[in-house]
């Protein structure tokens, strides 16, 4: 199953499965990658399979920080572009 992100008005939807999460674009702090296998911070919230997919992408806010597990090329740009716009 492919995560898919979304913009509505000032607010970023990541949709996995039956889930959607919506994060306020002027909450994003950081968007970047991560090397590590499940991340360093232990109290993030993890979206997508951690198992078979290469990619995987930080979203850090004001309160929460999201750790997407992803194959799906370029979504850290498209991420950035919301946030920067």
């Known amino acids: 199953m492919v995560i898919k992100i979304l913009k509505e008005e000032k607010s970023l939807y990541i949709r996995w499965q039956l889930s959607k999460v919506a994060i306020p674009l002027s909450d994003i702090v950081e968007v970047l990658e991560d090397d590590t296998y499940g991340g360093n911070e232990k109290s993030a919230i993890r979206i997508g399979f951690p198992y078979g997919n290469t ?5 850090k806010t004001k309160t929460e920080t999201y750790i997407l597990y992803t194959s799906t090329g370029g979504l850290k740009e498209e991420i950035l572009s919301y946030v920067n716009n």
């Open 55 to 59: 990619d995987r992408l930080i979203i």
